[in-house]
Protein backbone atom coordinates (compact mmCIF):
# COMPACT_ATOMS: atom_id res chain seq x y z
CA UNK A 1 0.00 0.00 0.00
CA UNK A 2 0.97 3.80 -0.79
CA UNK A 3 2.14 5.35 1.95
CA UNK A 4 1.21 9.02 1.94
CA UNK A 5 3.22 11.65 3.95
CA UNK A 6 4.65 8.89 6.06
CA UNK A 7 1.35 8.22 7.72
CA UNK A 8 0.92 4.26 7.43
CA UNK A 9 -2.65 4.13 6.07
CA UNK A 10 -3.61 0.62 7.70
CA UNK A 11 -7.58 1.64 6.94
CA UNK A 12 -6.87 1.50 3.35
CA UNK A 13 -6.55 -2.17 3.19
CA UNK A 14 -10.38 -1.81 3.52
CA UNK A 15 -10.84 -0.21 0.29
CA UNK A 16 -10.81 -2.49 -2.21
CA UNK A 17 -7.47 -1.24 -4.17
CA UNK A 18 -9.82 0.09 -7.35
CA UNK A 19 -11.90 2.16 -6.25
CA UNK A 20 -11.05 5.95 -5.88
CA UNK A 21 -13.47 8.17 -3.91
CA UNK A 22 -14.40 11.84 -5.41
CA UNK A 23 -13.99 14.22 -3.73
CA UNK A 24 -15.11 17.96 -4.63
CA UNK A 25 -13.85 20.63 -2.70
CA UNK A 26 -15.73 23.82 -2.35
CA UNK A 27 -14.22 27.18 -1.82
CA UNK A 28 -14.24 30.49 -2.92
CA UNK A 29 -10.54 30.79 -1.40
CA UNK A 30 -7.86 29.43 -3.93
CA UNK A 31 -5.37 29.17 -1.69
CA UNK A 32 -8.14 27.04 0.30
CA UNK A 33 -9.29 25.14 -2.01
CA UNK A 34 -4.78 23.85 -2.83
CA UNK A 35 -4.40 23.26 0.65
CA UNK A 36 -7.42 20.54 0.84
CA UNK A 37 -6.54 19.10 -2.46
CA UNK A 38 -3.11 18.46 -1.59
CA UNK A 39 -4.01 17.09 1.80
CA UNK A 40 -6.04 14.58 -0.52
CA UNK A 41 -3.72 13.82 -3.17
CA UNK A 42 -2.77 10.26 -4.14
CA UNK A 43 -4.93 7.15 -5.32
CA UNK A 44 -7.59 7.21 -2.98
CA UNK A 45 -9.47 10.48 -4.15
CA UNK A 46 -9.92 11.85 -6.91
CA UNK A 47 -10.48 15.76 -6.19
CA UNK A 48 -12.72 18.06 -8.24
CA UNK A 49 -12.77 22.35 -6.94
CA UNK A 50 -15.60 24.33 -7.67
CA UNK A 51 -14.86 28.35 -6.58
CA UNK A 52 -18.79 29.04 -5.69
CA UNK A 53 -21.76 27.73 -4.72
CA UNK A 54 -23.48 27.95 -8.15
CA UNK A 55 -21.04 25.75 -9.42
CA UNK A 56 -20.53 23.52 -6.68
CA UNK A 57 -24.21 22.41 -7.65
CA UNK A 58 -23.15 22.23 -11.43
CA UNK A 59 -20.22 20.29 -10.78
CA UNK A 60 -22.06 18.08 -8.02
CA UNK A 61 -24.48 17.20 -11.27
CA UNK A 62 -21.67 16.27 -13.59
CA UNK A 63 -19.35 14.21 -11.47
CA UNK A 64 -21.89 12.81 -8.38
CA UNK A 65 -18.80 12.97 -6.07
CA UNK A 66 -18.59 10.84 -3.06
CA UNK A 67 -17.90 13.51 -0.35
CA UNK A 68 -18.21 17.14 -0.55
CA UNK A 69 -16.16 19.54 1.65
CA UNK A 70 -18.06 23.20 1.66
CA UNK A 71 -16.88 26.49 2.65
CA UNK A 72 -19.30 28.11 4.75
CA UNK A 73 -18.72 31.48 3.70
CA UNK A 74 -18.65 32.01 0.31
CA UNK A 75 -20.01 35.36 -1.78
CA UNK A 76 -23.68 34.87 -3.22
CA UNK A 77 -24.43 31.37 -2.37
CA UNK A 78 -23.34 30.18 1.18
CA UNK A 79 -22.31 26.90 1.88
CA UNK A 80 -25.72 25.86 4.04
CA UNK A 81 -27.80 27.22 1.34
CA UNK A 82 -25.88 25.06 -1.00
CA UNK A 83 -26.23 22.32 0.95
CA UNK A 84 -29.83 22.86 1.83
CA UNK A 85 -30.36 22.63 -2.15
CA UNK A 86 -28.18 19.56 -2.16
CA UNK A 87 -30.53 17.62 0.60
CA UNK A 88 -33.95 19.05 -1.11
CA UNK A 89 -32.79 16.74 -4.63
CA UNK A 90 -33.01 13.30 -4.27
CA UNK A 91 -30.33 12.28 -6.77
CA UNK A 92 -27.75 14.67 -4.39
CA UNK A 93 -29.15 14.22 -0.67
CA UNK A 94 -27.39 11.29 0.42
CA UNK A 95 -23.91 12.66 -0.84
CA UNK A 96 -22.43 13.41 2.85
CA UNK A 97 -21.88 17.43 3.53
CA UNK A 98 -18.67 18.33 5.47
CA UNK A 99 -18.78 21.89 5.90
CA UNK A 100 -15.86 23.91 6.39
CA UNK A 101 -15.60 26.25 8.89
CA UNK A 102 -12.83 28.91 9.71
CA UNK A 103 -13.81 29.34 13.53
CA UNK A 104 -14.98 27.06 16.52
CA UNK A 105 -18.46 28.66 16.81
CA UNK A 106 -21.12 26.21 17.76
CA UNK A 107 -23.46 28.09 16.59
CA UNK A 108 -22.34 27.51 13.00
CA UNK A 109 -21.81 24.37 13.57
CA UNK A 110 -25.46 23.43 14.39
CA UNK A 111 -26.17 25.60 11.94
CA UNK A 112 -24.67 23.39 9.74
CA UNK A 113 -25.92 20.16 10.78
CA UNK A 114 -29.18 21.65 10.57
CA UNK A 115 -29.32 22.27 7.12
CA UNK A 116 -28.24 18.93 6.59
CA UNK A 117 -24.30 18.62 7.24
CA UNK A 118 -22.62 15.57 7.95
CA UNK A 119 -19.54 16.72 9.83
CA UNK A 120 -17.33 19.31 9.68
CA UNK A 121 -13.83 20.63 9.80
CA UNK A 122 -11.64 23.46 10.54
CA UNK A 123 -9.68 25.19 8.50
CA UNK A 124 -6.87 24.95 10.45
CA UNK A 125 -7.47 21.34 10.13
CA UNK A 126 -4.24 19.18 9.82
CA UNK A 127 -3.87 17.19 7.11
CA UNK A 128 -4.36 13.74 8.51
CA UNK A 129 -8.06 14.67 10.31
CA UNK A 130 -9.14 16.14 6.91
CA UNK A 131 -8.09 12.79 5.28
CA UNK A 132 -9.81 10.70 8.29
CA UNK A 133 -13.09 12.97 7.88
CA UNK A 134 -13.24 12.89 4.03
CA UNK A 135 -12.32 9.08 3.66
CA UNK A 136 -14.52 8.18 7.03
CA UNK A 137 -17.45 9.60 5.43
CA UNK A 138 -16.99 8.58 1.91
CA UNK A 139 -17.26 5.36 3.24
CA UNK A 140 -20.12 5.72 5.28
CA UNK A 141 -21.30 7.17 1.85
CA UNK A 142 -20.68 3.71 0.09
CA UNK A 143 -21.79 1.20 2.70
CA UNK A 144 -24.89 3.61 2.72
CA UNK A 145 -25.25 3.05 -1.79
CA UNK A 146 -24.47 -0.72 -0.89
CA UNK A 147 -27.01 -1.23 1.87
CA UNK A 148 -29.66 0.80 -0.20
CA UNK A 149 -28.57 -1.40 -3.40
CA UNK A 150 -29.37 -4.65 -1.39
CA UNK A 151 -32.23 -3.32 -0.12
CA UNK A 152 -33.42 -2.39 -3.09
CA UNK A 153 -32.89 -6.31 -4.70
CA UNK A 154 -34.28 -7.61 -1.01
CA UNK A 155 -37.66 -5.59 -2.32
CA UNK A 156 -37.68 -6.88 -5.39
CA UNK A 157 -37.18 -10.20 -4.68
CA UNK A 158 -39.77 -10.26 -2.18
CA UNK A 159 -42.17 -8.69 -4.71
CA UNK A 160 -41.09 -11.81 -7.19
CA UNK A 161 -41.40 -14.37 -4.54
CA UNK A 162 -44.80 -12.19 -3.44
CA UNK A 163 -45.79 -13.04 -6.79
CA UNK A 164 -44.67 -16.62 -6.94
CA UNK A 165 -46.78 -17.50 -3.92
CA UNK A 166 -49.37 -15.60 -5.10
CA UNK A 167 -48.97 -17.23 -8.66
CA UNK A 168 -49.26 -20.78 -6.60
CA UNK A 169 -52.11 -20.17 -4.37
CA UNK A 170 -54.15 -19.63 -7.54
CA UNK A 171 -52.91 -22.67 -9.28
CA UNK A 172 -53.75 -24.53 -5.79
CA UNK A 173 -57.18 -23.69 -5.84
CA UNK A 174 -57.44 -23.95 -9.23
CA UNK A 175 -56.44 -27.57 -8.59
CA UNK A 176 -59.12 -27.70 -5.55
CA UNK A 177 -61.74 -26.44 -7.32
CA UNK A 178 -61.27 -28.90 -10.01
CA UNK A 179 -60.84 -31.60 -7.14
CA UNK A 180 -63.90 -30.68 -5.80
CA UNK A 181 -65.76 -30.60 -9.41
CA UNK A 182 -64.46 -34.42 -9.96
CA UNK A 183 -65.62 -35.50 -6.64
CA UNK A 184 -68.76 -34.39 -7.19
CA UNK A 185 -69.10 -34.71 -10.36
CA UNK A 186 -68.03 -38.56 -9.40
CA UNK A 187 -70.56 -38.69 -6.24
CA UNK A 188 -73.19 -38.08 -8.71
CA UNK A 189 -72.08 -40.84 -11.12
CA UNK A 190 -71.78 -43.28 -7.72
CA UNK A 191 -75.21 -42.13 -7.34
CA UNK A 192 -76.52 -42.44 -10.35
CA UNK A 193 -74.84 -46.31 -10.26
CA UNK A 194 -76.31 -46.63 -7.35
CA UNK A 195 -79.90 -45.44 -8.64
CA UNK A 196 -79.71 -47.69 -11.33
CA UNK A 197 -79.14 -50.17 -8.96
CA UNK A 198 -81.85 -49.82 -7.03
CA UNK A 199 -84.15 -49.45 -10.62
CA UNK A 200 -82.39 -52.87 -11.32
CA UNK A 201 -83.60 -54.44 -8.52
CA UNK A 202 -87.16 -52.43 -7.98
CA UNK A 203 -88.16 -54.19 -11.55
CA UNK A 204 -87.98 -57.65 -10.28
CA UNK A 205 -90.55 -57.13 -7.64
CA UNK A 206 -92.48 -54.57 -9.57
CA UNK A 207 -92.45 -57.01 -12.80
CA UNK A 208 -94.38 -59.53 -11.24
CA UNK A 209 -96.29 -56.73 -8.55
CA UNK A 210 -97.63 -55.24 -11.80
CA UNK A 211 -98.32 -58.63 -14.10
CA UNK A 212 -100.37 -60.26 -10.56
CA UNK A 213 -102.35 -57.00 -10.40
CA UNK A 214 -103.44 -57.74 -13.54
CA UNK A 215 -104.10 -61.61 -13.31
CA UNK A 216 -105.89 -60.17 -9.89
CA UNK A 217 -108.28 -57.90 -12.23
CA UNK A 218 -109.36 -60.97 -14.36
CA UNK A 219 -109.72 -63.19 -11.29
CA UNK A 220 -112.28 -60.80 -9.72
CA UNK A 221 -114.31 -60.38 -12.57
CA UNK A 222 -114.58 -64.00 -12.85
CA UNK A 223 -115.33 -64.19 -9.59
CA UNK A 224 -118.05 -61.51 -9.53
CA UNK A 225 -119.99 -62.95 -12.48
CA UNK A 226 -119.61 -66.67 -10.74
CA UNK A 227 -121.25 -64.67 -7.66
CA UNK A 228 -123.53 -63.38 -10.08
CA UNK A 229 -124.55 -66.34 -11.22
CA UNK A 230 -125.39 -68.10 -7.83
CA UNK A 231 -127.00 -65.30 -6.37
CA UNK A 232 -129.08 -65.67 -9.28
CA UNK A 233 -129.60 -69.23 -8.76
CA UNK A 234 -130.37 -68.31 -4.68
CA UNK A 235 -133.13 -66.17 -5.80
CA UNK A 236 -134.45 -68.81 -8.27
CA UNK A 237 -134.44 -71.59 -6.14
CA UNK A 238 -137.36 -73.77 -4.44
CA UNK A 239 -137.93 -72.30 -1.53
CA UNK A 240 -140.43 -74.76 -1.04
CA UNK A 241 -137.81 -77.47 0.33
CA UNK A 242 -137.10 -76.04 3.68
CA UNK A 243 -133.32 -77.72 3.62
CA UNK A 244 -132.99 -75.47 0.51
CA UNK A 245 -134.90 -72.62 1.67
CA UNK A 246 -132.29 -72.28 4.92
CA UNK A 247 -129.24 -72.82 2.78
CA UNK A 248 -130.19 -69.93 0.85
CA UNK A 249 -131.39 -67.49 3.60
CA UNK A 250 -127.87 -68.47 5.09
CA UNK A 251 -125.94 -66.93 1.97
CA UNK A 252 -128.14 -64.11 1.86
CA UNK A 253 -127.58 -62.91 4.96
CA UNK A 254 -123.61 -64.01 4.19
CA UNK A 255 -123.73 -61.73 1.38
CA UNK A 256 -125.57 -59.20 3.59
CA UNK A 257 -122.84 -59.39 6.62
CA UNK A 258 -119.80 -59.26 4.18
CA UNK A 259 -121.71 -56.23 2.32
CA UNK A 260 -120.89 -58.19 -1.34
CA UNK A 261 -122.04 -54.77 -3.45
CA UNK A 262 -119.57 -52.79 -1.87
CA UNK A 263 -116.54 -55.41 -1.67
CA UNK A 264 -117.28 -56.16 -5.47
CA UNK A 265 -117.51 -52.42 -6.49
CA UNK A 266 -114.26 -51.76 -4.44
CA UNK A 267 -112.39 -54.53 -5.44
CA UNK A 268 -112.31 -53.13 -9.20
CA UNK A 269 -111.29 -49.51 -7.45
CA UNK A 270 -109.07 -51.28 -5.22
CA UNK A 271 -107.34 -52.77 -8.43
CA UNK A 272 -107.22 -50.21 -10.45
CA UNK A 273 -105.78 -47.94 -8.07
CA UNK A 274 -102.89 -50.53 -7.71
CA UNK A 275 -102.40 -50.95 -10.69
CA UNK A 276 -102.16 -47.13 -11.35
CA UNK A 277 -99.60 -47.19 -8.18
CA UNK A 278 -97.26 -49.99 -9.92
CA UNK A 279 -97.58 -47.90 -13.02
CA UNK A 280 -96.40 -45.10 -11.04
CA UNK A 281 -93.47 -46.59 -9.48
CA UNK A 282 -92.37 -48.12 -12.82
CA UNK A 283 -92.52 -44.65 -14.18
CA UNK A 284 -90.37 -43.25 -11.64
CA UNK A 285 -87.88 -46.28 -11.65
CA UNK A 286 -87.90 -45.96 -15.67
CA UNK A 287 -87.08 -41.96 -15.01
CA UNK A 288 -84.42 -42.84 -12.43
CA UNK A 289 -82.71 -45.18 -14.78
CA UNK A 290 -82.75 -42.83 -17.60
CA UNK A 291 -81.59 -40.16 -15.52
CA UNK A 292 -78.50 -42.02 -14.81
CA UNK A 293 -77.67 -43.48 -17.82
CA UNK A 294 -77.55 -40.53 -19.05
CA UNK A 295 -74.35 -40.11 -17.58
CA UNK A 296 -72.88 -41.53 -20.58
CA UNK A 297 -70.08 -39.33 -21.44
CA UNK A 298 -71.48 -39.04 -25.74
CA UNK A 299 -72.98 -36.26 -27.20
CA UNK A 300 -76.50 -37.24 -28.04
CA UNK A 301 -79.96 -36.12 -29.38
CA UNK A 302 -82.32 -34.95 -26.41
CA UNK A 303 -85.60 -33.57 -25.97
CA UNK A 304 -84.98 -31.07 -23.51
CA UNK A 305 -88.61 -30.81 -22.34
CA UNK A 306 -88.42 -34.55 -21.86
CA UNK A 307 -85.51 -34.38 -19.97
CA UNK A 308 -86.91 -31.65 -17.52
CA UNK A 309 -89.96 -34.05 -17.25
CA UNK A 310 -87.54 -36.83 -15.92
CA UNK A 311 -85.66 -34.27 -13.50
CA UNK A 312 -88.88 -33.22 -12.02
CA UNK A 313 -90.04 -36.49 -11.34
CA UNK A 314 -86.67 -37.84 -9.47
CA UNK A 315 -86.50 -34.40 -7.69
CA UNK A 316 -90.13 -35.00 -6.92
CA UNK A 317 -89.55 -35.77 -3.00
CA UNK A 318 -87.86 -32.34 -2.58
CA UNK A 319 -90.42 -30.52 -4.46
CA UNK A 320 -94.06 -32.05 -3.87
CA UNK A 321 -94.47 -30.75 -0.10
CA UNK A 322 -93.73 -27.11 -0.77
CA UNK A 323 -94.48 -26.30 -4.41
CA UNK A 324 -96.79 -26.27 -7.21
CA UNK A 325 -94.67 -27.49 -10.40
CA UNK A 326 -95.81 -25.21 -13.41
CA UNK A 327 -94.82 -26.23 -16.81
CA UNK A 328 -95.12 -24.07 -19.55
CA UNK A 329 -93.21 -26.02 -22.54
CA UNK A 330 -92.28 -23.88 -25.49
CA UNK A 331 -92.15 -26.58 -29.41
CA UNK A 332 -88.38 -26.97 -29.05
CA UNK A 333 -85.79 -29.08 -30.86
CA UNK A 334 -83.92 -32.05 -29.19
CA UNK A 335 -80.35 -31.08 -29.30
CA UNK A 336 -77.39 -32.70 -28.99
CA UNK A 337 -76.04 -32.37 -25.71
CA UNK A 338 -74.45 -34.72 -22.59
CA UNK A 339 -77.95 -35.34 -21.32
CA UNK A 340 -76.85 -36.26 -17.81
CA UNK A 341 -74.89 -33.00 -17.11
CA UNK A 342 -77.85 -31.18 -18.01
CA UNK A 343 -80.52 -33.25 -15.67
CA UNK A 344 -77.71 -32.50 -13.34
CA UNK A 345 -78.15 -28.68 -13.92
CA UNK A 346 -81.84 -28.39 -13.46
CA UNK A 347 -81.51 -30.83 -10.70
CA UNK A 348 -79.27 -28.63 -9.25
CA UNK A 349 -82.08 -25.41 -10.08
CA UNK A 350 -85.09 -27.51 -8.88
CA UNK A 351 -84.05 -28.33 -5.82
CA UNK A 352 -82.02 -24.52 -5.14
CA UNK A 353 -85.68 -23.53 -5.97
CA UNK A 354 -87.53 -25.60 -3.71
CA UNK A 355 -84.80 -24.44 -1.00
CA UNK A 356 -85.97 -20.78 -1.72
CA UNK A 357 -89.50 -21.59 -1.30
CA UNK A 358 -90.36 -21.63 2.84
CA UNK A 359 -93.78 -22.24 3.00
CA UNK A 360 -95.62 -22.87 -0.20
CA UNK A 361 -94.31 -21.53 -3.34
CA UNK A 362 -94.70 -22.15 -7.11
CA UNK A 363 -91.80 -22.91 -9.16
CA UNK A 364 -92.79 -22.43 -13.04
CA UNK A 365 -90.35 -24.02 -15.55
CA UNK A 366 -90.38 -22.37 -19.49
CA UNK A 367 -88.96 -23.29 -22.18
CA UNK A 368 -88.85 -21.73 -25.33
CA UNK A 369 -86.53 -21.16 -28.61
CA UNK A 370 -85.20 -17.95 -30.64
CA UNK A 371 -83.44 -17.54 -33.65
CA UNK A 372 -80.30 -19.11 -32.29
CA UNK A 373 -80.81 -20.95 -29.25
CA UNK A 374 -83.36 -22.78 -26.91
CA UNK A 375 -84.04 -21.19 -23.83
CA UNK A 376 -85.37 -22.98 -20.45
CA UNK A 377 -86.25 -20.68 -17.25
CA UNK A 378 -86.92 -22.13 -13.58
CA UNK A 379 -88.30 -19.37 -11.80
CA UNK A 380 -89.34 -19.58 -8.36
CA UNK A 381 -91.14 -17.85 -6.26
CA UNK A 382 -88.73 -18.34 -3.08
CA UNK A 383 -86.82 -15.39 -1.16
CA UNK A 384 -84.66 -13.74 -3.70
CA UNK A 385 -81.23 -13.50 -3.94
CA UNK A 386 -79.38 -9.80 -2.74
CA UNK A 387 -78.21 -7.63 -5.60
CA UNK A 388 -74.65 -7.77 -3.81
CA UNK A 389 -75.04 -11.56 -3.78
CA UNK A 390 -76.18 -11.78 -6.93
CA UNK A 391 -72.98 -12.07 -9.34
CA UNK A 392 -71.24 -13.99 -7.09
CA UNK A 393 -73.58 -17.18 -7.36
CA UNK A 394 -71.76 -18.87 -9.63
CA UNK A 395 -68.44 -18.40 -8.31
CA UNK A 396 -67.30 -21.87 -6.47
CA UNK A 397 -67.88 -22.41 -2.92
CA UNK A 398 -70.09 -19.55 -2.48
CA UNK A 399 -73.11 -20.65 -0.66
CA UNK A 400 -75.47 -18.70 1.55
CA UNK A 401 -76.13 -22.34 2.98
CA UNK A 402 -75.57 -23.29 6.86
CA UNK A 403 -72.68 -25.67 7.11
CA UNK A 404 -72.50 -28.52 5.81
CA UNK A 405 -76.11 -28.10 3.94
CA UNK A 406 -73.92 -27.17 0.50
CA UNK A 407 -71.13 -26.70 -0.89
CA UNK A 408 -70.88 -23.67 -2.51
CA UNK A 409 -70.67 -26.07 -6.25
CA UNK A 410 -73.94 -26.81 -7.51
CA UNK A 411 -74.31 -23.43 -9.41
CA UNK A 412 -70.81 -23.19 -10.17
CA UNK A 413 -71.65 -26.82 -11.68
CA UNK A 414 -74.26 -25.84 -13.51
CA UNK A 415 -72.48 -22.89 -14.67
CA UNK A 416 -69.31 -25.32 -15.89
CA UNK A 417 -71.78 -27.76 -17.76
CA UNK A 418 -73.73 -25.24 -19.87
CA UNK A 419 -70.66 -23.25 -20.59
CA UNK A 420 -69.41 -26.57 -22.10
CA UNK A 421 -72.91 -26.59 -24.30
CA UNK A 422 -71.42 -23.59 -25.76
CA UNK A 423 -74.23 -22.47 -23.90
CA UNK A 424 -74.88 -19.37 -21.01
CA UNK A 425 -76.52 -19.11 -17.88
CA UNK A 426 -77.97 -16.09 -15.64
CA UNK A 427 -80.12 -15.59 -13.12
CA UNK A 428 -82.13 -12.55 -12.41
CA UNK A 429 -83.73 -11.82 -8.52
CA UNK A 430 -85.43 -9.70 -6.66
CA UNK A 431 -85.39 -9.83 -2.60
CA UNK A 432 -88.63 -11.22 -1.01
CA UNK A 433 -90.08 -11.93 -4.71
CA UNK A 434 -88.26 -14.91 -6.51
CA UNK A 435 -85.33 -15.93 -8.36
CA UNK A 436 -85.58 -16.85 -12.21
CA UNK A 437 -82.59 -18.10 -13.44
CA UNK A 438 -82.30 -18.87 -17.40
CA UNK A 439 -80.04 -21.25 -19.43
CA UNK A 440 -79.40 -20.51 -22.99
CA UNK A 441 -78.20 -23.18 -25.62
CA UNK A 442 -77.41 -23.50 -29.07
CA UNK A 443 -79.42 -24.62 -31.44
CA UNK A 444 -76.78 -26.28 -33.25
CA UNK A 445 -75.92 -28.06 -29.47
CA UNK A 446 -72.93 -28.66 -27.59
CA UNK A 447 -69.32 -28.61 -29.44
CA UNK A 448 -67.90 -31.83 -30.15
CA UNK A 449 -65.05 -32.51 -27.84
CA UNK A 450 -61.70 -31.82 -28.98
CA UNK A 451 -60.13 -34.64 -28.19
CA UNK A 452 -62.74 -36.53 -30.29
CA UNK A 453 -61.52 -34.76 -33.58
CA UNK A 454 -57.98 -35.34 -33.47
CA UNK A 455 -59.48 -39.62 -32.85
CA UNK A 456 -62.03 -39.09 -36.16
CA UNK A 457 -58.78 -37.19 -37.64
CA UNK A 458 -56.17 -40.01 -36.94
CA UNK B 1 -114.84 -81.37 -35.25
CA UNK B 2 -114.49 -80.60 -32.09
CA UNK B 3 -111.13 -79.12 -31.34
CA UNK B 4 -110.65 -81.20 -28.01
CA UNK B 5 -110.63 -84.70 -29.32
CA UNK B 6 -107.72 -83.93 -31.63
CA UNK B 7 -104.77 -85.50 -29.99
CA UNK B 8 -102.78 -81.81 -30.08
CA UNK B 9 -99.69 -81.57 -28.61
CA UNK B 10 -99.55 -78.11 -26.81
CA UNK B 11 -96.85 -75.97 -27.09
CA UNK B 12 -95.13 -75.81 -24.31
CA UNK B 13 -93.32 -72.98 -22.67
CA UNK B 14 -90.73 -72.95 -20.23
CA UNK B 15 -89.67 -69.92 -17.91
CA UNK B 16 -86.30 -69.26 -15.58
CA UNK B 17 -86.34 -67.41 -13.55
CA UNK B 18 -84.59 -67.49 -9.52
CA UNK B 19 -87.30 -65.69 -8.18
CA UNK B 20 -90.25 -67.78 -7.13
CA UNK B 21 -93.39 -64.86 -7.65
CA UNK B 22 -91.85 -64.15 -11.26
CA UNK B 23 -92.07 -67.76 -12.39
CA UNK B 24 -96.31 -67.55 -10.42
CA UNK B 25 -96.63 -64.24 -12.31
CA UNK B 26 -95.67 -65.50 -15.98
CA UNK B 27 -97.40 -68.87 -14.47
CA UNK B 28 -100.91 -66.75 -14.60
CA UNK B 29 -99.53 -64.47 -17.49
CA UNK B 30 -99.88 -67.40 -19.75
CA UNK B 31 -102.31 -69.31 -17.88
CA UNK B 32 -105.29 -70.31 -19.88
CA UNK B 33 -103.62 -69.68 -23.31
CA UNK B 34 -103.18 -72.48 -25.34
CA UNK B 35 -99.81 -73.94 -24.15
CA UNK B 36 -98.08 -76.09 -21.15
CA UNK B 37 -96.41 -73.97 -18.81
CA UNK B 38 -93.00 -75.34 -17.43
CA UNK B 39 -90.88 -73.57 -14.32
CA UNK B 40 -87.14 -73.59 -13.50
CA UNK B 41 -85.85 -71.51 -10.63
CA UNK B 42 -82.25 -72.10 -11.54
CA UNK B 43 -80.00 -72.89 -14.61
CA UNK B 44 -79.45 -76.39 -14.22
CA UNK B 45 -83.13 -77.02 -13.48
CA UNK B 46 -84.05 -75.58 -16.91
CA UNK B 47 -81.08 -77.58 -19.18
CA UNK B 48 -82.94 -80.62 -17.36
CA UNK B 49 -85.72 -79.72 -18.75
CA UNK B 50 -84.81 -78.74 -22.13
CA UNK B 51 -83.06 -81.99 -22.12
CA UNK B 52 -85.86 -84.06 -21.59
CA UNK B 53 -89.13 -82.53 -22.58
CA UNK B 54 -89.49 -81.16 -26.34
CA UNK B 55 -90.05 -77.19 -25.45
CA UNK B 56 -91.20 -74.78 -28.08
CA UNK B 57 -90.28 -71.41 -26.49
CA UNK B 58 -88.33 -70.33 -23.40
CA UNK B 59 -88.57 -67.74 -21.31
CA UNK B 60 -85.12 -66.50 -19.21
CA UNK B 61 -83.92 -63.93 -16.62
CA UNK B 62 -80.37 -62.94 -17.15
CA UNK B 63 -79.40 -62.40 -13.81
CA UNK B 64 -79.47 -65.47 -11.18
CA UNK B 65 -77.10 -67.12 -8.83
CA UNK B 66 -75.19 -69.71 -10.48
CA UNK B 67 -76.14 -70.26 -13.67
CA UNK B 68 -76.82 -66.88 -15.36
CA UNK B 69 -78.86 -66.67 -17.65
CA UNK B 70 -76.94 -65.97 -20.86
CA UNK B 71 -75.56 -69.31 -20.25
CA UNK B 72 -78.10 -71.42 -19.95
CA UNK B 73 -79.40 -69.60 -22.85
CA UNK B 74 -75.89 -70.10 -24.89
CA UNK B 75 -76.71 -74.09 -23.73
CA UNK B 76 -79.73 -74.18 -24.83
CA UNK B 77 -78.53 -73.11 -28.26
CA UNK B 78 -76.60 -76.45 -28.76
CA UNK B 79 -78.92 -79.09 -26.35
CA UNK B 80 -82.27 -77.68 -27.88
CA UNK B 81 -81.74 -75.96 -30.86
CA UNK B 82 -85.14 -75.27 -32.36
CA UNK B 83 -86.70 -73.74 -28.81
CA UNK B 84 -87.04 -70.09 -29.66
CA UNK B 85 -85.15 -68.06 -26.81
CA UNK B 86 -86.33 -65.16 -25.44
CA UNK B 87 -84.42 -63.25 -22.55
CA UNK B 88 -86.61 -61.51 -19.74
CA UNK B 89 -84.48 -59.04 -17.91
CA UNK B 90 -84.17 -56.12 -15.42
CA UNK B 91 -80.64 -54.99 -16.06
CA UNK B 92 -80.87 -53.94 -20.42
CA UNK B 93 -77.13 -52.64 -19.74
CA UNK B 94 -75.67 -53.33 -23.58
CA UNK B 95 -71.48 -54.43 -22.88
CA UNK B 96 -72.83 -56.98 -19.81
CA UNK B 97 -76.71 -58.47 -20.95
CA UNK B 98 -78.31 -57.42 -24.30
CA UNK B 99 -74.58 -58.02 -26.80
CA UNK B 100 -73.91 -61.60 -25.25
CA UNK B 101 -77.61 -62.57 -25.17
CA UNK B 102 -77.62 -61.28 -28.99
CA UNK B 103 -74.53 -62.57 -30.06
CA UNK B 104 -74.37 -65.81 -28.36
CA UNK B 105 -77.92 -66.82 -27.05
CA UNK B 106 -78.93 -65.91 -30.23
CA UNK B 107 -82.02 -64.39 -28.79
CA UNK B 108 -85.32 -64.49 -30.42
CA UNK B 109 -86.60 -61.28 -28.14
CA UNK B 110 -85.79 -59.18 -25.34
CA UNK B 111 -88.06 -58.21 -22.63
CA UNK B 112 -87.50 -56.08 -20.08
CA UNK B 113 -88.67 -56.38 -16.28
CA UNK B 114 -91.23 -54.64 -15.71
CA UNK B 115 -92.86 -56.59 -18.45
CA UNK B 116 -96.09 -55.74 -20.59
CA UNK B 117 -98.67 -59.14 -20.07
CA UNK B 118 -99.81 -57.92 -23.25
CA UNK B 119 -96.67 -57.74 -24.88
CA UNK B 120 -95.21 -60.57 -23.52
CA UNK B 121 -97.84 -63.24 -24.67
CA UNK B 122 -98.01 -61.42 -28.31
CA UNK B 123 -93.97 -62.40 -28.03
CA UNK B 124 -94.75 -65.88 -26.86
CA UNK B 125 -97.84 -66.24 -29.90
CA UNK B 126 -94.98 -64.81 -32.10
CA UNK B 127 -92.15 -67.06 -30.95
CA UNK B 128 -94.49 -70.13 -31.66
CA UNK B 129 -94.80 -69.11 -35.14
CA UNK B 130 -98.89 -67.99 -34.61
CA UNK B 131 -100.83 -65.01 -35.57
CA UNK B 132 -101.25 -63.82 -32.13
CA UNK B 133 -104.69 -62.66 -33.28
CA UNK B 134 -105.43 -66.32 -34.73
CA UNK B 135 -103.75 -67.61 -30.88
CA UNK B 136 -106.66 -65.65 -29.07
CA UNK B 137 -109.07 -66.03 -31.53
CA UNK B 138 -108.81 -69.74 -30.89
CA UNK B 139 -108.36 -69.65 -27.62
CA UNK B 140 -111.54 -67.56 -27.21
CA UNK B 141 -113.59 -70.42 -29.26
CA UNK B 142 -112.21 -73.00 -27.03
CA UNK B 143 -113.33 -71.29 -23.99
CA UNK B 144 -116.51 -70.77 -25.85
CA UNK B 145 -116.74 -74.61 -26.45
CA UNK B 146 -115.76 -75.37 -23.00
CA UNK B 147 -118.09 -73.07 -21.70
CA UNK B 148 -120.87 -74.77 -23.70
CA UNK B 149 -119.54 -78.14 -22.98
CA UNK B 150 -120.04 -77.76 -19.29
CA UNK B 151 -123.15 -76.49 -20.06
CA UNK B 152 -124.22 -79.43 -21.75
CA UNK B 153 -123.00 -81.68 -19.09
Given at each position: ?187 M??IG??AA??A ?84 IVGDLRDFSHLD ?10 QL?DKTINVA ?23 GG?LGQ?FL ?111 | ?153
Amino acid sequence: MMTRDGHIDSNTEDRPAEVRYDVLVVDDSLVCRKTIERYLRGDEFNVHTASSGTEALSVVESKHPDVILLDVQMPQVDGFEVCRALKADPATRDIPVIFVTGEEATKQKIRGFEAGGADYINKSSDESEVIARVRAHARIGHLQDELRRSRDELAAQLAKTQEHMQKERELAKQVEDQRLQLLQAEKMASIGQLAAGVAHEINNPIGFISSNLNSLQKYARDIERVLRAYDELRCECDHSNPGVATKADEVKRILEEVEIDYVLSDLADLINESIEGAHRVRQIVGDLRDFSHLDSPDLAEEDINQLIDKTINVAWNELKYKTEVVREYGKIPAISCYGGKLGQVFLNLLVNAAQAIEKRGTITVRTGQDHQHIWIEIADTGCGIPAQQLNRIFDPFFTTKEVGKGTGLGLHLAYTIVEAHGGRISAASTVGKGTTFRIQLPLEGAPQPKGRHHELAA
Amino acid sequence: MPLRDQPVRLPTVLCVDDEHHVLNALDRVLHGYDCRVLLASDGWDALDLLEQEEIDVLICDAAMPGMDGLEVLREATTIAPATVRILLTAHCSNEEVVIPAVNEGEIFRLLSKPWDDGELRRTVADALGLEPKAWLEQQHRLRERDRNGDART
